[in-house]
């Protein structure tokens, strides 16, 4: 998986190699893989200006230092006062923020987690070492809190 960053992006779907499609009319175009027009603009601006507000209190970008399963864990909570009945904040559009964070940052975890020789994929040592055949990263994207779950339920185990 690609990092999308501000020198080089990479939308899949998106180029000069897209697929085209005709509609009714015999209209030709390339085929779009999102639906954005699915997205009520109302409930796209209360998660910005969640992020806002997080801007002006955290600073620009914190959100990527902060592991990903601390933003999952931001968010359960968030989901969970909303069905509590909480009424002191949007907790659902804070709990949409709070995934996007962590897709971003479990993205970035996967980027950069060091790879090592030996991996077959899903074997017992995969997480901890994992290096494909070719000079490629291996195509299993883990995460560094995935990896020491699973290396800590390892240990509990034996």
């Known amino acids: 998986m690609k990092l999308i960053t501000q020198t080089t992006t990479w939308v899949p779907g998106v180029g000069p190699d897209a697929p085209t499609v005709v509609n009714g009319k015999g209209a030709k175009q390339s085929k779009c893989l999102y639906k954005f027009t699915d997205f009520d603009p109302r409930h796209v601006l209360?998660?910005?200006?969640?992020?806002?507000?997080?801007?002006?209190?955290?600073?620009?970008?914190?959100?990527?230092?902060?592991?990903?399963?601390?933003?999952?864990?931001?968010?359960?909570?968030?989901?969970?006062?909303?069905?509590?009945?909480?009424?002191q904040e949007d907790h659902l559009a804070h709990a949409i923020c709070r995934l996007y964070f962590a897709m971003a940052t479990k993205e970035l975890d996967a980027d950069q987690a060091p790879a090592a020789e030996g991996c077959a994929h899903m074997t017992e040592s995969c997480p901890a070492v994992c290096k494909s055949d070719s000079d490629d990263p291996c195509p299993v994207p883990w995460t560094r809190a995935m990896i020491e779950a699973i290396n800590t339920k390892r240990e509990f185990l034996k």
């Open 46 to 87: 209360r998660v910005a200006a969640v992020s806002a507000k997080g801007f002006t209190k955290y600073g620009p970008r914190n959100y990527l230092g902060i592991p990903t399963l601390e933003h999952i864990d931001h968010a359960l909570t968030h989901i969970n006062a909303f069905l509590a009945g909480d009424p």
